[in-house]
């Protein structure tokens, strides 16, 4: 197999290539959802997204013909073991070693920052990347299921959804108010409760330090960060909230973050109810977004119902695969 393997550099890149390979990949993986735009791939791959920390890429040739390649994400904090690693072969190249190989370039680079495994998110269920992540020694370890809302089909009359009585909406964009950084520091707590699986990854440990970081990374990438919190009338804390950004170079395309309710307060029907009104208020101000994207854990049944509630329907799950970064361990 005559496949040479670069590290990528952002600064020489040819980002056009590289775009061109992974829609002919998403083309054949994810039929019927829009790939990722060019403009937005170089913004990513230039400046990681918020919490993913660094990132390193390699590109496979054979010849001049770019035919493979593979990131890995190195997570930070609490995640500083785990390497999120992605490997993409052009559909018209694939079987033949080539995935195996550019697995086998990265593995150093993980071992030299001490991760002591890998994981894999973007395993589109019933693909081909299922059995070739078990035949590299992955084995799964969790379901995410995407839901998408197209707004211009929605049934709007669906975000109809009266605020529970007790609880009054707040909403911000950017910084949260200092009079409710504590308790939405808290509530961002609350989705540790979110099932997992036997992931290694971990949820963040929000502190009000933490929120304020994270406010500070999103504003330096220019994202549109809103969030719609439920705050409890007789405390003033916040017992719920949901998160959406947006992203400057794809204003079209909005993404579900973390929607969380603090466990005194379930039951009561805030979920939906935050997550229909961020709905609202994100068409009101912006009525250019066609699609809004959310990642669930298969195992999280109530949040797939929410979102089935306002509108969201279901694409094909993705595949979480880990496996030990350990030498000797496949691929040989």
């Not at 400046?47 to 054979?62: I, V």
């Not at 992605?86 to 995935?99: D, E, T």
């Not at 919190?229 to 950004?245: K, L, M």
């Not at 089935?308 to 970064?325: C, H, K, N, W, Y």
Request: charged share 20%; glycine share 8%.
């Amino acid at each position: 197999m005559d496949l040479e393997i670069t590290r990528f550099d952002p600064a020489a890149a040819d980002f056009a290539r590289c775009h061109d390979l992974l829609v002919a990949s998403h083309l054949v993986d994810r039929p019927g959802e829009a790939p990722l735009p060019l403009a937005e791939l170089a913004g990513r791959w230039t400046r990681p997204l918020p919490g993913m920390g660094e990132a390193a890429r390699w590109l496979g040739f054979r010849g001049d013909a770019l035919v493979a390649l593979a990131q890995v994400h190195f997570l930070e904090a609490e995640n500083s073991a785990i390497g999120v690693t992605h490997v993409v072969v052009h559909p018209a190249a694939r079987r033949a070693g080539i995935g195996g190989a550019m697995l086998r370039a990265v593995l150093p680079a993980l071992r030299e920052r001490g991760r002591r495994v890998i994981e894999g998110w973007e395993v589109v269920a019933g693909t081909a990347g299922e059995p070739w992540a078990a035949a590299m020694g992955f084995r799964p370890v969790r379901t995410i299921v995407r839901q998408a809302l197209v707004t211009a089909v929605a049934d709007r009359s669906r975000w109809d959804v009266p605020v529970p009585a007790g609880y009054r909406l707040l909403r911000w964009a950017g910084a949260a108010p200092v009079a409710v950084l504590e308790s939405y520091a808290a509530a961002r707590g609350a989705i540790h409760d979110a099932p997992l699986g036997e992931s290694g990854y971990r949820w963040p440990q929000w502190t009000p330090a933490r929120v304020r970081a994270t406010e500070a990374e999103a504003r330096a990438q220019g994202l549109d960060q809103r969030i719609v919190a439920a705050v409890h009338e007789r405390t003033g804390d916040i017992a719920g909230f949901t998160e959406v950004c947006v992203h400057p170079r794809r204003p079209d395309w909005a993404y579900q973050r973390d929607t969380a309710v603090v466990a005194a307060h379930r039951g009561r029907g805030l979920g939906r109810c935050v997550k229909a009104h961020m709905v609202r208020w994100l068409l009101a101000e912006r009525p250019a977004v066609a699609w809004i994207s959310t990642t669930t854990g298969a195992d999280n049944a109530h949040m797939i119902r929410v979102n089935r509630e306002i509108g969201f329907t279901t694409l094909p799950s993705m595949i979480a695969v880990q496996r030990d970064v350990s030498p000797g361990t496949r691929p040989a």
